[in-house]
């Protein structure tokens, strides 16, 4: 199944969305290994482009910019750009799924703005 960001009908007029994935129990960044960052951060089944800019890892899904950047709290993740909520929240998903394969804790996602 691949998601294609363009065909979602936005629920609300959001241009920056943030959220956080950080380890459950103690809540830092879940560390991966800089050569796997692209596999991890890049949700399967997601039609999105790796791209420069801001943050350790950037795509572009559809219209819409995500930027990953490992900070002391967790990574943090922002879409920049046209975003149904939803959408937004299952991309965090698909990727904190992946993280916590690859990093073998219990990790979680938390929206911040």
Known sequence: MTVHL????????????E???RTQDSHPWPAIPRD????VLTPRDWDCAQVV???EHRLRCGETE???SGEDVGWHVAFDGPIALD???????????QVQQEV????EWIQIS
């Open 36 to 39: 796997r960052i692209s596999q």
């Open 87 to 97: 959408a937004a929240e299952r991309f965090v998903a698909a990727v904190t799924a």
């Open 19 to 21: 959220f956080l994935i």
């Open 6 to 17: 363009a065909a979602v009908v936005l629920v609300h007029d959001v241009t920056v969305v």
């Open 53 to 55: 800019g801001w943050g």
């Open 66 to 68: 995500i930027s990953l």
């Open 104 to 107: 073998r804790e219990t990790v």
